[in-house]
Nanobody, 115 residues
């Protein structure tokens, strides 16, 4: 049974930091590409960051330089370190794992950036 479970969301002030975690099970984690997406109310889901099985990363322009995606293959976990947070970062953040035709999503964790 495949599971992706996000955690680490919460309320933070502008300029603050959060670290999101996505713990996975039921997949061969080391060969999957992992990604973080986010979706704000009334808006389309957007890609935030990706990390390949080889460790290559890509970021949305809106978060580049502020967010860092990483993975720990020993723990089957992918992280999103979020620094210098802005109100426009407020969204539900989702973890996604893909490999070939396989595509799995977590249920999301809420991040709210507000004064």
């Amino acid at each position: 049974q495949v599971q992706l479970v996000e955690s680490g969301g919460g309320l933070v002030q502008p300029g603050g930091s959060l670290r999101l975690s996505c713990a996975t099970s039921g997949i061969i984690f080391s060969i999957y590409t992992l990604a973080w997406y986010r979706q704000a109310p009334g808006k389309q889901r957007e890609l935030v960051a990706t990390i390949t099985s080889g460790g290559s990363t890509n970021y949305a322009i809106s978060v580049k330089g502020r967010f860092t995606i990483s993975r720990d293959n020993a723990k089957n976990t992918v992280y999103l370190q979020m620094d210098s947070l802005k109100p426009e970062d407020t969204a539900v953040y989702y973890c996604r794992g893909t490999r070939f035709t396989f595509d799995y999503w977590g249920q999301g964790t809420q991040v709210t950036v507000s004064s």
